[in-house]
């Protein structure tokens, strides 16, 4: 019994585990700012490209 006691208290402090949860959640986090800045990327790259489009397609209009 009581090595098992032992190994609980040896368990309740080990905090392995615990930095690789916060290495997780350190990853989740610049995933996240990622996807958002390749979104907002994408949305104004999109418009640029659909400007330049249609001053292609009528160049007689003012761009």
């Known amino acids: 019994m ?3 006691a032992y190994e609980f ?6 905090e392995e585990g615990v ?3 916060e290495y ?3 990853a989740a986090l ?4 990622i996807i ?3 979104s ?6 999109n418009n640029l490209f659909s ?11 003012a761009c």
């Open 40 to 45: 907002l990327a994408g949305t104004n790259l």
């Open 19 to 21: 930095t690789a949860i």
């Open 2 to 4: 009581k090595k098992f």
């Open 30 to 33: 610049i995933a996240i700012a």
């Open 9 to 14: 208290q040896r368990f309740l402090r080990d």
């Open 51 to 61: 400007r330049i489009g249609r001053c292609l397609a009528n160049p007689s209009a």
């Open 36 to 38: 958002v800045g390749a």
């Open 24 to 26: 997780g959640l350190i």
